[in-house]
């Protein structure tokens, strides 16, 4: 029996999850609302409201999975302690690892220190039915964009990535143009619902191999508005369920192209997406039609596990448990972290 109390702290978003025998019994998650009126996460104020929320979090973790558990359990029962411990935001990185680290010391457990990227593409391990091994995992969120190929839970190769902005900005950067609220991304997923995604057509970079750039298509969205607003000021008023649906169109089509190409070589079959941005339902529709086409298997995490959250960290973390990959008291977070 593995019992494992995992804590992700990376950006903006505080979580807690146990997990036993790699069940996920609890997943809380504490959004931060404080960021809004700035437009994008303040790293200060990110730090000073995980300071807030942790123990809140942590401990309504431990109690909802004791209602589910079939034995009485309070917090003395977890074997292991994990966190996120790259990359993030470092004042973000250091509340979550300054817990797990005190919590493992005061109960004499083991540390699990866990890599925030490796955990979104193994969310995909959390809930039935899982992706058998080999997988490809098209990871799209706020700060990264990947193609990373799963050979095991410990075999994890990045094939492709951005070479500059992630889909995640790429959604909330051009959302920012459009006149609309940080994040973005979920709010152009809504508006290009009753838009026409060929209304407008914006630049698709040609990058080599299976790699990616985003910074083009929000140059191009801000020279056709700076164009069309001078003709006509209320132009993304009166057009902004269709410049919705089409930025999604195109950010979808540059990531689709390449999980194809991906798929072409390597000849995996199984093809997962992770991240915030495989919330988006745009891009979860058109991967399973290009599942059904081309004979993938695809797989998409439930919506609460494809945003950042700690059951992600919770499911590597039991992983890590099984080959006794522990962390010294010693460890500290790192903001960039190599794979
Ligand atoms: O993985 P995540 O929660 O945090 C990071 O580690 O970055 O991803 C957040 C990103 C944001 O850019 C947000 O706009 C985007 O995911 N996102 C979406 C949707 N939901 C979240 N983008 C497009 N459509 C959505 N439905
Ligand atoms: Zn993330």
């Given amino acids: 029996m593995a019992t494992i109390l995992a804590i992700e702290s990376s950006c903006d978003e505080t979580s807690a999850s146990v997990c036993v025998d790699g069940r996920i019994l609890s ?20 730090s000073r409201a995980h300071m807030q929320n942790i123990v809140p979090v942590v401990d309504a973790a431990i109690k909802k999975a004791a209602e589910i558990h079939d034995s009485p359990f309070t917090i003395h029962d977890i074997d292991a302690v994990a966190f996120t411990q790259a990359p993030g935001l470092i004042g973000s990185l250091l509340v979550g690892t300054q817990f797990a680290k005190s919590l493992a010391l005061a109960l004499d457990k083991p540390l699990i220190a866990v890599h925030h990227m490796q955990a979104h593409v193994l969310a995909n391990l959390i809930a039935d039915p899982k992706p058998g091994f080999p997988f490809l995992c098209l990871t799209v969120s706020g700060g990264h964009t990947q193609i990373v190929l799963a050979n095991s839970p410990y075999d994890l190769k990045v094939i492709g990535e951005t070479i500059d902005d992630a889909a995640g900005e790429a959604f909330d950067k051009s959302a920012k143009l459009l006149g609309l609220p940080y994040p973005g991304g979920p709010l152009i997923d809504k508006y290009a619902q009753q838009g026409n995604p060929l209304a407008f057509k914006f630049a698709e970079p040609q990058i080599p191999e299976l790699n990616f750039s985003f910074s083009g298509l929000k140059t191009s969205v801000l020279y056709f508005l700076q164009a069309q607003q001078k003709e006509d000021a209320s132009f993304i008023e009166k057009n902004l369920n269709d410049l919705c649906a089409s930025v999604q169109y195109t950010i979808i089509n540059i990531l689709i192209k390449k999980l194809k190409k991906a798929v072409k070589q ?13 919330a988006n339902s745009g891009l979860r529709k058109e991967l399973k039609e290009n599942g059904d086409k081309n004979g993938w298997s695809t797989f998409i995490p439930a919506f609460e596990y494809c945003t950042d959250n700690a059951a992600m960290i919770a499911i590597t973390a039991y992983y890590k448990y099984l080959n006794k990959e522990f962390a010294a008291l010693d460890i500290s977070p790192t903001a960039r972290a190599e794979w």
């Fill in 266 to 278: 390597t000849g995996v079959k199984n093809v997962c997406i992770a991240g915030g941005v495989s």
């Fill in 27 to 46: 997943n809380f998650i504490a959004n931060q609302t404080v960021h809004e009126k700035y437009g994008g996460v303040v790293p200060e104020l990110a």
